[in-house]
């Protein structure tokens, strides 16, 4: 019996970069680190990560290198951010916000890098101080808690 795989598409901010993503990713998630947080300009980032075959880009990807391990990539015309690629591990990370138009569900799992977090989210969802251990993590989790002076960030 064959397996139909799903394809999802997605484009950045201008559409000079497009992306196709193949099958189901492999976890989802928020990350909350300050790296994430500095690269979107955001308090926190929602991540899809996809083995690195499954992901085609199409259009001029701008490569940012402060990481070695982890290659931040925006489109190089509009800056929009695409996608984090985990050269060495062989994962994509495609943020999936760039798919979203393209019938795939998001479905977090967890937060990472609670403990850096600018904001509170109350969402029933783990929260990771780091990350857990299947994804390099200590897998120590953290308490939902709506603190005022992060809700104010
Ligand atoms: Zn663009
Ligand atoms: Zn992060």
Same mark, same amino acid.
């Given at each position: 019996m064959s397996e139909i795989e799903n394809i999802y598409t997605g484009q950045c901010?201008?559409? *000079?970069?497009?992306?196709?993503?193949?099958?189901?990713?492999?976890?989802?998630?928020?990350?909350h680190c300050?790296?994430? $947080?500095a690269f979107h300009g955001?308090?926190?980032? *929602?991540?899809?990560v996809w083995p690195s075959d499954a992901v085609s880009v199409e259009g001029d990807l701008r490569k940012t290198d402060k990481n070695p391990a982890l290659? $931040?990539?925006?489109?190089?015309?509009?800056?929009?951010? #695409? #996608?984090?690629?985990?050269?060495?591990?062989g994962f994509t990370v495609v943020f999936p916000n760039v798919l979203?138009?393209?019938?795939?569900?998001?479905?977090?799992? #967890?937060?990472?890098y609670?403990?850096? $977090?600018a904001m509170d989210v109350i969402d029933g969802v783990p929260k990771f101080e780091d990350g857990p251990v299947?994804?390099?993590?200590?897998?120590?989790?953290?308490p939902e808690t709506r603190d005022p002076v992060r809700q104010a960030v």
């Open positions: 901010y201008c559409g *000079a970069t497009k992306v196709t993503v193949k099958g189901e990713p492999f976890a989802q998630g928020y990350c300050k790296s994430c $947080r955001a308090p926190f980032i *929602a991540w899809s290659a $931040r990539s925006t489109c190089a015309s509009c800056g929009g951010k #695409m #996608m984090g690629i985990l050269k060495e591990a979203a138009d393209s019938g795939l569900t998001f479905a977090p799992t #967890m937060h990472k609670y403990a850096d $977090r299947e994804l390099g993590g200590s897998g120590v989790t953290l």
